[in-house]
């Protein structure tokens, strides 16, 4: 039997530590829990919002206009081994970094480099989350969903959910069409790591690790997030505010004749530019303005230094945008999920 409140601050439920109200809000722990949840919702005409673990995500002063669906559906099982590999299946609430610490502790790599990125198992696909040269369809196997309109679940491989950079099929057609139930990692009984990323290979040689087991790699991980990415539970942020900048090699030439040494690097059509470093050019980064500010040590992440409104952030987000605009003549695209 769920309970559905009413009233409930969000505030509390996002990393960034903003957002007001929602009209109904129910937690559910089981597939029944949703189903129940999406029948009331029908019922009553309410429109949905999941919440996960509220990392990627700004919600508005004025909160949430409907139910508000917390995921809290948990657990982890190997599903699948062979000689090379296991296939983990991981419900959709459960932590993120849970998941890759479990991987760890029963040496199933593949998934190292992607320790600690705040969030749920079931946001990972909705955006294919990545950090330092991998991402989740790299270790990615299939996902279950349910069917919002009709409560059944429905296994999507690989190919269906057509990853790119910070996006999956979640975010285009089928938006707001399906709630992630399950994930299944598929992962190597073997090491194979992934450490060309620059701040890897200069931790590594600081440490003077040559042959790093996974545990080695995680800490160094770890290291490199904590010298340059705020903690969320002490200073309230949703991570990258923006997405970086694909652009076309001759936008990239164009760019270079003005700014010559502009940041970039390869995508998968032309180049990427770091808005971190278009914001930093701009003079963002590290400036405090009241209660909002961007991070000094990663001008990609806007924090909230303390009861901050979600309208201030985007004030100031939107003053980003117009100067890298003006200034670069580049669009900057939100990577957080902002809920009106
Ligand atoms: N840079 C600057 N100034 C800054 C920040 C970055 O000049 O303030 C330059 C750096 O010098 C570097 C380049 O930008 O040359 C890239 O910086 P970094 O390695 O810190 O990564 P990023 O491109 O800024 C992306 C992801 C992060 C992820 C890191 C590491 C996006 C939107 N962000 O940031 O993901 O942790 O790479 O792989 O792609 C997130 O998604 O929330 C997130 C934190």
Redesign the pocket.
Known sequence: MINIQKKIRLDQYTTFKIGGPADFFVAITSLADLQEALSWAQKNKQNILFLGGGS?TLISDRGFRGLVIKNEISGIELVRENAKAVWLKAQSGEWWSSLVNHAVLHNYYGAENLFL?PGTVGAAPMQN?????VELKDVFCSLEAVEIRTGKLKKFNKADCDFG??YSIFKGKLKHKYFIYSVTLKLNKTPKFKLD???IQKTLAEKKIINPNAREVVSVIMEI?NS??PNPSVLPN???F???SEISLAALKKLQKKFPDV?F?PATKGV?V????L??QCGF?GKVIGKVGIHE?????LVNYGGAKASQVINLADKIMTCVRSKFGLKLEC?INYIE
Request: glycine content about 14%; charged content about 30%.
């Open positions: 990627n990125i989350i990545g950090a330092y040269g950079y910070r990323y620059g701040d997030r340059k990415l949703a991570g990258s923006f997405k970086n940041k690097f990427k770091p808005a971190g470093w914001i930093e980064k040590k990663q001008a990609l992440v990577e």
